[in-house]
């Protein structure tokens, strides 16, 4: 179904089985699989496929060549049905590549307000939050989850099943074998702690008194001579924790892969 306020280009294809809602706009050459649903305001650039059963937001913006809802590139698949979910406001720049989901999860799901550049590629039963940024080239495994408000810098490669704490950064170029802890930066291969983002702390506004707190956590965890489980019973002696520097906490005692260092 195509609303009649759509505007689809002549050589575009649509399977019929698929949805196609107010105001979108989809470019020259494009081609839309079936189980295919495009939220309002959409705007899909040319030569984008959308190969079948995804579902994008409203006001997403898809740039030329993008394809979407692919088949996961993973031996285990052995074509069980599986979904794309894209949140709504999430830009996708040329070229980039987001796989469904196999029977682990049964989806890969990127949350709203999202960059992602071009040539990235999100791999099958991969999780992202909202308000991510994944640079150009960026190359995930299967089963990466992001948390909100995480930067990742161009070519950084990222081991399946590693997941990235919420308003972290990782520098370009970095290989991605361990969890990045929550509201750090780290960067190289092999991938080192280098403090804490204040920057990016500041620029989502998180109040000084809670920066001045995370801090003093990532010195206790990182910085001081205590072993890494040491650090963390003595934090969790004060009954007066943020919710941030909770979730650090917890990230790190909820790590299977162990956490960057």
Do not use: W
């Not at 307000?113 to 960026?138: E, K, R, T």
């Amino acid at each position: 179904m195509i609303d009649s306020q759509s505007l689809v280009h002549p050589t575009a294809i649509i399977d019929p089985n698929s949805t196609v809602h107010r105001g979108v706009e989809i470019g020259p050459y494009s081609v839309i699989g079936p189980g295919v649903s495009i939220g309002e305001e959409t705007i899909l650039g040319p030569h984008v496929v959308v190969v079948k059963d995804t579902t994008l937001g409203k006001h997403c913006n898809v740039s030329a060549g993008a394809v979407l809802g692919g088949d996961p590139q993973d031996l285990k698949y052995d074509g069980e049905k599986s979904h794309l979910y894209i949140g709504s406001g999430t830009t996708i720049r040329e070229y980039a590549t987001l796989s469904r989901g196999t029977a682990a999860s049964g989806e890969t799901r990127v949350g709203d307000n999202c960059l992602i550049m071009a040539y990235a590629h999100i791999a099958h039963d991969c999780f992202v939050g909202d308000g991510v940024v994944i640079s150009n080239a960026v190359n995930m495994g299967g089963h990466v989850d992001v948390k909100e408000g995480a930067i990742i810098g161009g070519l950084t490669a990222i081991h399946q099943f590693v997941r990235i704490g919420s308003y972290s950064f990782c520098g370009g170029g970095s290989r991605v074998t361990q969890d990045i802890p929550p509201f750090v930066k780290v960067a190289g291969n092999p991938i080192k702690l280098y403090g804490l983002n204040s920057v990016g702390l500041t620029r989502r506004k998180v109040p000084d008194s809670v920066v001045a707190n995370l801090r003093k956590a990532y010195q206790d965890l990182f910085q001081s001579k205590m072993n890494l489980g040491q650090a963390l019973d003595n934090i969790e002696l004060n009954d007066h924790l943020s919710p941030e520097v909770q979730e650090l906490v917890g990230f790190i005692r909820s790590t299977e892969r162990g956490v960057v260092t």
